[in-house]
């Protein structure tokens, strides 16, 4: 997120578009529900009738995969109304001629027919969020898992520098991620391209930096795979072994049937997990690990803010930590990997890694600290580019709009999105332990509109078969106040019902993030 | 402009235009007490505790919803403000089933009352937010003589029909701080006070259990309860007489991050909460998976040990040996195909320690950038 979570409940308009915050976010769905109550304006974009379209003044609703044309049909609306900020444009920006160029053709009535979002609706919305003084602007997965995702992402923020509304309190472009530490994951460089803090490998120097740090030579400057071309190499023998900890491929990925193949294809299979999970099954070794609870360390949350993890019981059996387990194998493997406690890495990522280099686990002790925070009198960053971008000017980024991998046709006549349900959390290895959690909601469910379930001739709660071009999985209906004709939901959580069988795996190009939010299915009777 | 003053309990405090007198009050660390305010929310007027005397005024004065005013000179705890607490109290304790033992209450010191609960605790009836009540804590400060209230039934069975929360109105003091919980806070408006505000009792829906109402568990009214009319299922199985210890650490959920404390008995979670209203990124607020969904940790079906693969088979093994074929594997196959012919998928729930270990495992070790983790999924 550009800014704090706290910000939220300040805003004056807040757009929220691709999150089901009530019930992914839940805690921060309460700071926009608040708002409300104190008189912020509420935008809900979502292909979906979210809960929070009730607590909002305006719900519209995109063909699924239309979000390039209806937010470059929002900037239409405000470039020809001349309520784009441009002081900030013109101190802060780079390439808004290309911007207006491209958006020029996004008439209203060009964007209705593409997104389905009337064009009266469309100038209306794109008023309210321009004329406001703060205007922040909220956004999940629905925005990233497309083959446009990244585009998607460049889009939003093109609309935010339009109305000035970066590094500002209450506005902002704040993806709220998914999993506790995907954000600390990135920021230590738990990616293919970068090491921690977001420094690249095929720079030289900082490429010096870690091999001094690490008292090793030669590190690879060859940008690695990402997960889901490990799957696509893997399948094709070109990888011969995954070490995989705490993810359960086996049911997040996309396009699961190829998944399976690809991983029963490599020669060795390491998963460290806390629990046999679907992809532990097939592991040729693996290795029980401590959870949260077991372990001291941090968390960064999506706000960047860094904060303590504490250890409060034992582990089971002889389950070990995590960073213990590879320690050991470092080791074994000739290159000594040997720390005290956490709190020494902690302190070795401090060395190598400026935006974090001023946090210290006492400094953290009682509350978190955002980064960036350089220096140890630093107080951390609340809000990001108050001053000037990482880059020194933002770019904005003329994007048109393009279709989704997959569409309906007559064979696959209905549209399918994935996402999650409140009580459960990814691939329900966890929640799925609870009888509570599994009481509220034991099992996959294809959420559909009661007009197409009397059009198909089914009854609420039939089981039925749901085949995509890539696999087929078993679930009942439920018909949903939440759902729009022509489009199903299913949550991803469940291993037996697995809404992955069905979904595209094809890729952002650059993201490397796969559609998961759009691919085309038939329903039919269970033979 | 002139900094306006109120005089407390003789210490003489600024206070900001609007603040009450129980703002300012508590602002200095000045004690009254109350049952019904809830920090982030309107107040209810309710519980009638946090009444003060004002200098040449004859009645008393409820500080939550009294502002502050220039020169008001307040007594916090003269002899008229104990005496009315005390009456309040009692006719709190009177309304319900507080069967916690203070009502036999009669002895001069802390210790023999807990003893003589400790005796009684053999049976489940006792209120479970024994220890851990307002009410109980107030009676005992303002040595409420309770003897003689007689206990009233309630007339609304208690509520067992979920999961997670039970309601049991027999102790409900009608506070309301569930009510704006609910509404004010987390604004997920699933409950109420009924039609007739003094029929007793707050209601869920139009009058249904929780589970069929708006409620999604996200337990904050429980939280803000300050009797035993709001528990967790899981804590009434706690044992009395064993220590807890509280740990404060990060919900390892959703990437909002949450500030929760776990309370452990035995080496077992047995409760969850907040880590407090003052405490970011959640001030006080959780959803229902950091809540109540902490059964995995303890899971009979958590991994043990170390396995590998025989024959097609996973068979237990010993971490040496386990540790052992790793490496060796990994070693050869570098050898055989190449640093890059190996893939590391970190995780998003890992700590920052384990995925900076995860990847300068991948790059220094197995020298390849083939690192990754399901961020994207
Ligand atoms: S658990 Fe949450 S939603 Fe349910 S009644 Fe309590 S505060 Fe409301
Ligand atoms: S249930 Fe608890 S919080 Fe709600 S009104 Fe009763 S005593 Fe107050
Ligand atoms: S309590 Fe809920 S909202 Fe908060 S971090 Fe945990 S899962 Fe997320």
Known sequence: MTNSIQDIETADVILATGTNT???????????????????????????????????????RQTLGTDIAWINGFMHVIIKKNLYDKEFIKKRTEDFEELKKTVLKYTPEYVEKITGISANKIIETAKIFAQAKKGCILYCMGITQHTCGTDNVKSLANL????????????????LRGQNNVQGACDMGGLPN??????????????KKYETAWNVTELSFKPGLVATQMIEKAEKGELKSLYIMGENPMVSDPDLNHAEKALKNLDFLVVQDIFLTETAKI???????NCFAEKNGTFSNTERRVQRVRKAVNAPGSAKEDWKIICDIASLMGYSMDYADPEEIFEEIRETTPSYKGITWKRIEKQGLQWPCPTEDHPGTPILHTEQFTRGKGLFHAIEHQDPAELPDKNYPFMLTTGRVLYHYHTGTMTMK?????????????????NDVTKLGFKDKAMVEVLSRRGKIKAKLKISSKAVDGTLFIPFHFAKAAANKLTNAKLDPIAKIPELKVCAVKIQRPA | MKKENIIIDDNKLEFNSGETILEVAHRNNIFIPTLCRLKGASPTGRCGMCVVEIKDSDDLTRACITPASNNMIIYTESLKVINKRKKAITKLLSMGNHNCAIRDFHAKDWTSFQLKVLKKDATDQLCPAWGDCELQDLAYKYQVQTR??????????????????????????????CVKACREIQVNNAIDFGDNETSGKIIAGSDVALKDSDCVFCGECVEACPVGALVHEKSIKKQRSVKIEKTRTTCSFCGVGCQIELSVQNNKIININSAGRDI????????????????????????TSPMIKKNGKLETATWEQAIDVVASKFISIKKESGSDSIGVLTSARFTNEENYIAQKFARAVLKTNNID????L
């Not at chain 1, 592991?283 to 690990?289: G, M």
């Not at chain 1, 609870?434 to 009661?450: D, Y």
Request: some cysteine; hydrophobic content about 35%.
């Open chain 1, 194 to 207: 970068v090491f921690t803090g977001y420094q690249k490998i095929d720079d030289d120097n900082v490429r």
């Open chain 1, 283 to 289: 592991a040729d070794v693996v290795l029980p690990a």
């Open chain 1, 434 to 450: 609870s009888k509570g959690l599994n009481t509220l909601s034991p099992e996959c469910f294809v959420e559909i509109s009661s």
């Open chain 2, 373 to 376: 983790h399901c961020a994207r």
């Open chain 1, 160 to 175: 935010s520098m339009l109305c000035g509304n970066i590094g500002l309190p209450g506005g902002g472009v704040n993806p």
């Open chain 2, 148 to 177: 003689d209230i007689p206990i009233s039934e309630s007339s609304f069975p208690i509520e067992r029909a979920n999961p997670f929360i039970i309601r049991d109105f027999s102790r409900c003091i009608l506070c309301g701080r």
């Open chain 1, 22 to 60: 009530t019930e992914n976010h839940p805690v921060i769905s309460s700071f926009i529900k608040r708002a409300c109550l104190k008189g912020t304006t509420l935008i809900v974009i979502d292909p979906r009738k979210i809960k929070l379209t009730q607590h909002g003044d305006i719900w519209l």
């Open chain 2, 280 to 303: 970011v990124p959640n001030n006080g607020s959780l959803c229902v998976k950091g809540r109540f969904g902490f059964d995995f940790v303890n899971s009979s079906e958590r991994l």
